[in-house]
T-cell receptor, first 112, second 112 residues
Framework: DQQVKQNSPSLSVQEGRISILNCDYT??????FLWYKKYPAEGPTFLIS?????DKNEDGRFTVFLNKSAKHLSLHIVPSQPGDSAVYFC???????????FGTGTRLKVLA | DAMVIQNPRYQVTQFGKPVTLSCSQT?????MYWYQQKSSQAPKLLFH???????NEADTPDNFQSRRPNTSFCFLDIRSPGLGDAAMYLC???????????FGPGTRLTVT
């Protein structure tokens, strides 16, 4: 049973526009969420995180929004750049546990 | 640069022939993780070490074992690889449990 779902396997966006990557979760005990970016032939790298006590966290061009009632989070990239083309993974952890549950990833392609 | 290194990057083994994947880190992190990622799937945690304390996920097959002889190194041993064990194996570290995880580039295992 997939507790963290990224229902869009891929997304294409024009350079300069906004990229919105979505993630849904089923476990209401999740209280910490992260986004990782992965380039080919490299391991995932941490991008941004959000605690369940917040509904928004911003870091430069990257903003993560958390909607706890809908069990949904999204990553906004504005403006999108060709170098943002990568696979983006959403991950979540449950209060009191030590591990992250990952989604299956969304491949973002930013077109120049 | 401090980093997580995985060797080899590509490993081919025969069905049933034991194989060892290695991971080393220069970050001096307390926690080391092993993930298995199959094509188009989410990375799945196999086990982790907090210092020398080993924690196995309940659904990790007995075929998979791990060793952490010191802070810097961690090994994944697959005693009798099956065709279903072909995957990308990712090593990650974090300073503390549920801290930001730093991933290595992964080892792609092929079983023939």
């Amino acid at each position: 049973d997939q507790q963290v779902k990224q229902n869009s396997p891929s997304l294409s966006v024009q350079e300069g526009r906004i990229s919105i990557l979505n993630c849904d979760y089923t476990n209401s005990m999740f209280d910490y969420f992260l986004w990782y970016k992965k380039y080919p032939a490299e391991g995932p790298t941490f991008l941004i995180s959000i605690s369940s006590i917040k509904d928004k966290n911003e870091d430069g061009r990257f903003t993560v929004f958390l909607n706890k009632s809908a069990k949904h989070l999204s990553l906004h990239i504005v403006p999108s750049q060709p170098g943002d083309s990568a696979v983006y993974f959403c991950a979540a952890s449950e209060r009191g546990t030590y591990k992250y549950i990952f989604g299956t990833g969304t491949r973002l392609k930013v077109l120049a | 640069d401090a980093m997580v290194i995985q060797n080899p990057r590509y490993q081919v083994t025969q069905f049933g022939k034991p194989v060892t994947l290695s991971c080393s880190q220069t970050l001096n992190h307390n926690v080391m993780y092993w993930y298995q990622q199959k094509s188009s799937q989410a990375p799945k945690l196999l086990f982790h070490y907090y210092d020398k304390d080993f924690n196995n996920e309940a659904d990790t097959p007995d075929n998979f074992q791990s060793r952490r002889p010191n802070t810097s190194f961690c090994f994944l041993d697959i005693r009798s690889p099956g065709l279903g064990d072909a995957a990308m194996y990712l090593c990650a570290t974090s300073r503390v449990k549920l801290g930001e995880q730093y991933f290595g580039p992964g080892t792609r295992l092929t079983v023939t």
